[in-house]
């Protein structure tokens, strides 16, 4: 059974700062390709970034590209996301998902094509 920890979550204040981690339980972690999701109150989950399996391929949604870095440590077991310059409208509880991916370079964006999730870290940017 695979299992995801999310952890990092917290208030910070505009322009600030913020490292989540994921922490992946079981076997085979190098056969999963990953995601990040966020859901703030009263909307859907959205994409936010994946990474593929290998690790060499990443995807972002507009709105973080160039603030937002999507990372993976295969010898940790952990997907990290970087949140640089966060902004109000980045608050949200955000989510970690896996899948496993037939081929190295895939990754994903739907959050109906992950089989495994957390439960979530809260991330607050308020001042």
């Known amino acids: 059974q695979v299992q995801l920890a999310e952890s990092g979550g917290g208030l910070v204040q505009p322009g600030g700062s913020l490292r989540l981690f994921c922490a992946v339980s079981g076997r085979a972690f190098s056969s999963y390709a990953q995601a990040w999701f966020r859901q703030a109150p009263g909307k859907e989950r959205e994409f936010v970034a994946a990474i593929s399996r290998s690790g060499d391929f990443t995807e972002y949604t507009d709105a973080v590209k160039g603030r937002f870095t999507i990372s993976r440590n295969a010898a940790e077991n952990t997907m990290h996301l970087q949140m640089y310059n966060l902004k109000p409208e980045d608050t949200a509880v955000y989510f970690c998902?896996?899948?496993?991916?037939?081929?190295?370079?895939?990754?994903?964006?739907?959050?109906?094509?992950?089989?495994?999730w957390g439960q979530g870290t809260q991330v607050t940017v308020s001042s």
């Open positions: 998902a896996a899948r496993v991916a037939q081929r190295s370079h895939d990754y994903y964006t739907r959050p109906t094509s992950y089989t495994y």
